[in-house]
């Protein structure tokens, strides 16, 4: 028989339940006509990898933004398109993901991660960086990282403007090769520290250029870098005890079972 009471207390719960929803509804219109009026008041940029080399600096991100997409500062905060602006630096050779955002004070923050080159080429007074997923990307000027240069005759057609992956069949195949050698080198630190160079002999055939000693080593085609590796292992730990150092120039790990030294 309590049901007039019953009544009454959910007209309560409901008319607070109302209230509640108006409050919340005045308090979101609040925040809307707020950020409505708050105006972009600088830009910030954080480099978030780890590398210790720098393709691209805060200044740089700050200029690409300004050529590729004009003025932010003194912009209404909900006028900024933060999907373009993400979108022209992405573009950008070195850098493999940019994030924009905006926080509540009006300041436009910028993260950014590079890629990070496993190898360059060298073609003349060209330079071109690849990472680990064959994306390549030329050399800008007071930028550099310190790994392993191939050079000679490089299979890729590469001028100042190219960048992004190989299309062409051979040229793709090439540097997937050259790729996962670099990738096996850069797994086994032994031969990411010894080996600073990588010649292109005109047959293709490869000739590995260690930091230290006089050798050369033939190593032919880019593929079964496990085996050839497991062979300049072998002829570090085996043959130059015997022998010594520098007492061969040039080391063939081209056949099947066998080192031959000259």
């Not at 409505?36 to 200029?63: H, P």
């Not at 190898?119 to 330079?127: A, D, L, P, T, V």
């Not at 050369?216 to 010594?244: H, N, Q, S, W």
Request: aromatic share 8%; glycine share 10%; proline share 3%.
């Amino acid at each position: 028989m309590n049901r007039p009471g019953k009544i009454v207390r959910t007209a309560l719960s409901l008319a607070a339940l109302g209230l509640i929803l108006v409050c919340l509804a005045l308090a979101l219109g609040v925040s809307s006509a707020s950020r409505n009026k708050t105006v972009c008041s600088g830009l910030t940029v954080e480099i978030r990898d780890s590398s210790k080399s720098r393709f691209v600096s805060r200044d740089d991100i700050r200029e690409y933004l300004e050529k590729g997409y004009g003025k932010t500062a003194g912009v209404p905060v909900n006028n900024l398109d933060l999907k373009k602006i993400e979108t022209i630096l992405d573009s950008q050779s070195a850098v493999l993901k940019s994030e924009a955002y905006c926080t509540k004070d009006g300041m436009l923050h910028i993260d950014i991660v590079q890629r990070t080159p496993i190898m360059r080429f060298q073609k003349g007074r060209e330079g071109f960086y690849a990472d680990a997923h064959g994306y390549i990307f030329p050399m800008k000027t007071g930028k550099s990282s310190y790994v392993v240069v191939v050079d000679g005759e490089i299979p890729l057609r590469l001028d100042g403007t190219d960048r992004g992956k190989s299309t062409s069949g051979k040229e793709r195949i090439w540097l997937e090769q050259m790729t996962a050698l670099v990738k096996y080198m850069s797994e086994h630190k032994v031969w990411e520290n010894n080996i600073v160079q990588i010649h292109v002999e005109k047959n293709g055939d490869l000739v590995l250029i260690p930091r230290e000693g006089k050798e050369r080593f033939l190593f032919g085609k880019p593929g079964d870098a496990e085996g050839k590796f497991e062979k300049m292992e072998c002829y570090y730990t085996g043959i130059v005890p015997l022998k010594g150092k520098d007492f061969y120039r040039t080391v063939d790990l081209r056949y099947n079972g066998q080192i031959i030294c000259k």
